[in-house]
């Protein structure tokens, strides 16, 4: 796969992440990420579409992952081991993250916002937030991120106090939340039947 895309040079303070740590329970608890999309796994998908949006890509995942690191990007672990969930993963993130800023994307979500950088990052520039969330008709997606390096201390403080909803943790530190037009583009596969028939 190729890693030498060059990212636009706004985003060039931004990591981007992939949330494929999970268990994928509703499917039987395989590994999501490499499960197979239109020919290819949908983390390859994910990549795809969220590589040309920031400097460089972590993937965060629990299992498989010399598999993951055949993506040609690194790939980190949750601290705990004990599948924590995607705040786990983003701590992980943040721990191994050496620009300023970093984007999270979740390895079922092939349909990504092409300009979901972008728009987070102008959400979070205008509002001096620690954290930009993407929203969709009145919803938050809050594993689609956008986080400054120094909010790592107000995370590691929720996940030490037993809290894992991402959702809380965004309240807590103030999050503001940046407008996206088409629901479509945030679909994700929580099942086979899901995967074997999209809508979009």
Known sequence: MNTTIQAPASHSRITGLILAGGLGRR???????LERFRGRTLVESVIERFRPQVATLIISANRNLERYRACGFPVVPDR???FAGPLAGLQAGLAACATPLLATAPCDSPFLPADLVARLLAALTESGAPVA???CDGH???VFLLVRREAAASLD???AGGERKAESWLVSIGATAADF???RA???FNTRDALQ???T
């Open 197 to 199: 028939n999209p809508e």
């Open 80 to 82: 705990d081991g004990d």
């Open 186 to 188: 945030f679909a994700n």
């Open 157 to 159: 403080r929720h996940l």
């Open 181 to 183: 037009p088409d629901p």
């Open 133 to 135: 969330v993407a929203r």
């Open 27 to 33: 499917m039987g608890n395989v590994d999501k990420g």
């Open 140 to 142: 938050l997606q809050p």
